[in-house]
């Protein structure tokens, strides 16, 4: 039971914070003695270096990782760092007892613009803004919101306003089932297209998909199935490869990725079968992604890089996207082994690393 609603936390980041649970939810992952056990990354030294420059959260910090070394950029209560396209801003969230705000930042930490303004006298005009990322062209910035929202019950919907101007300029994306979460995590992937990923429920409980929607109001396609139980998406450098975490109804949240041409995925690869694995990033060059998942008796989310680039000349990564979201699972190649990166540091596994 317990992991599997380490699971749920993973999977479905924010669907709990419906009801009276919407101020408490994203608190700590483990207990108290395992979080205050690790170790700060700056005093450790990777058993793996990566290339280019990451940033990574532990504790509310923000990391940078850089030719194999930890420093600390920011401290605060900050988490879900995104980069903007010429990777010379972050544009991160401030998660405070109540509510939580999107702030613009350069690559050293300082705040350089605050862009929500979502805290509030009252309980119930409070607001909560999560997964920012910024359009390609760096003028659009998207995320997701709980407006409207009614009383404690938390539906999250997508939004998107200039990076450049104001929040009142905010406009809503997407409609939310009632009663799931809503729509999280959201990619924008061209001028007007937005992946994201969108809950719904039904006698089984609820359920993550992917969908793509092709412009702002309509309702878009689902990318994968119900059963799937997909989500956190993220997309290669080239946009022709989708890595994402699926359980398909189990208690193991699998890392897989399946060939995109921009309207529907192919067969999905397992590139991890076994773990709670959580937020892949792919590397600069698109030949590797790193995830966190758990590591040694004390279960601390660890950094851990994967190559794909065998797993991407195999037929089933290669193979022409169907029209059906079904997948179709192939086992991952045996010259696939994933290598742990960071030792003992417990990142936040529900913020994923921006890499450039």
Same mark, same amino acid.
């Given at each position: 039971?317990?992991?599997?609603? #380490?699971?749920?936390?993973?999977?479905?980041?924010?669907?709990?914070?419906?009801?009276?649970?919407?101020?408490?939810?994203?608190?700590?992952?483990? !207990?108290?003695?395992?979080?205050?056990?690790?170790?700060?990354?700056?005093?450790?030294?990777?058993?793996?270096?990566?290339?280019?420059?990451?940033? %990574?959260?532990?504790?509310?910090?923000?990391?940078?990782?850089?030719?194999?070394?930890?420093?600390? &950029?920011? !401290?605060?209560? @900050?988490?879900?760092?995104?980069?903007?396209?010429?990777?010379?801003?972050?544009?991160?969230?401030?998660?405070?007892?109540?509510? !939580?705000?999107?702030?613009?930042?350069?690559?050293?930490?300082? &705040?350089?613009?605050?862009?929500?303004?979502?805290?509030?006298?009252?309980?119930?005009?409070?607001?909560?803004?999560?997964?920012?990322?910024?359009?390609?062209?760096?003028?659009?910035?998207?995320?997701?919101?709980?407006?409207?929202?009614?009383?404690?019950?938390?539906?999250?919907?997508?939004? !998107?306003?200039?990076? +450049?101007?104001?929040?009142?300029?905010?406009?809503?994306?997407?409609?939310? +089932?009632?009663?799931?979460?809503?729509?999280?995590?959201?990619?924008?992937?061209?001028?007007?297209?937005?992946?994201? %990923?969108?809950?719904?429920?039904?006698?089984?409980?609820?359920?993550?998909?992917? @969908?793509?929607?092709?412009?702002?109001?309509?309702?878009? +396609?689902?990318?994968?199935?119900?059963?799937?139980?997909?989500?956190?998406?993220?997309?290669?450098?080239?946009?022709?490869?989708?890595?994402?975490?699926?359980t398909h109804g189990s208690q193991t949240a699998r890392l897989e990725i399946a060939p995109f041409n921009g309207s529907s995925l192919g067969p999905h690869q397992v590139l991890v079968a076994t773990g709670l694995n959580a937020v892949p990033t792919w590397s600069p060059d698109g030949r590797g992604i790193v995830y966190l998942a758990p590591a040694g008796i004390a279960g601390h989310f660890e950094l @851990? @890089?994967?190559? %794909? &680039?065998? &797993?991407?000349?195999?037929?089933?990564?290669?193979?022409?996207?169907?029209?059906?979201?079904?997948?179709?699972?192939?086992?991952?190649?045996?010259? %696939?082994?994933?290598?742990?990166? #960071?030792?003992?540091?417990?990142?936040?596994?529900?913020?994923?690393?921006?890499?450039?």
């Open positions: 039971m317990i992991r599997r609603l #380490t699971f749920l936390f993973l999977l479905l980041p924010l669907m709990a914070l419906v009801g009276t649970g919407v101020y408490t939810y994203l608190g700590g992952l483990k !207990s108290k003695t395992l979080q205050a056990s690790a170790r700060l990354p700056t005093v450790t030294k990777p058993k793996f270096v990566l290339p280019g420059t990451m940033f %990574v959260i532990q504790e509310g910090k923000i990391f940078k990782l850089s030719g194999g070394t930890f420093s600390e &950029v920011a !401290s605060g209560n @900050w988490m879900q760092p995104s980069l903007t396209p010429d990777h010379t801003r972050l544009v991160a969230v401030s998660k405070g007892p109540q509510s !939580s705000d999107l702030y613009l930042l350069d690559l050293n930490g300082h &705040v350089l613009k605050r862009l929500t303004h979502d805290d509030a006298r009252i309980i119930d005009a409070n607001h909560w803004a999560y997964y920012p990322r910024v359009s390609a062209d760096g003028a659009t910035i998207t995320y997701s919101y709980d407006s409207p929202k009614f009383g404690f019950r938390v539906d999250f919907a997508i939004w !998107s306003m200039p990076l +450049n101007g104001s929040q009142w300029q905010a406009r809503r994306r997407t409609t939310p +089932n009632g009663y799931t979460g809503g729509d999280i995590e959201p990619l924008p992937v061209s001028s007007t297209g937005l992946i994201y %990923v969108r809950h719904s429920i039904d006698g089984s409980g609820v359920h993550s998909q992917i @969908w793509l929607q092709a412009r702002s109001g309509l309702i878009g +396609n689902p990318l994968t199935d119900a059963g799937d139980d997909c989500g956190q998406p993220a997309l290669s450098p080239d946009g022709a490869q989708m890595a994402m975490i699926c @851990w @890089w994967v190559p %794909v &680039v065998a &797993v991407l000349a195999t037929p089933a990564a290669t193979a022409t996207p169907a029209a059906s979201p079904s997948a179709s699972l192939a086992a991952p190649p045996p010259a %696939v082994k994933p290598v742990q990166v #960071t030792e003992g540091v417990d990142l936040s596994a529900t913020s994923a690393p921006a890499w450039y």
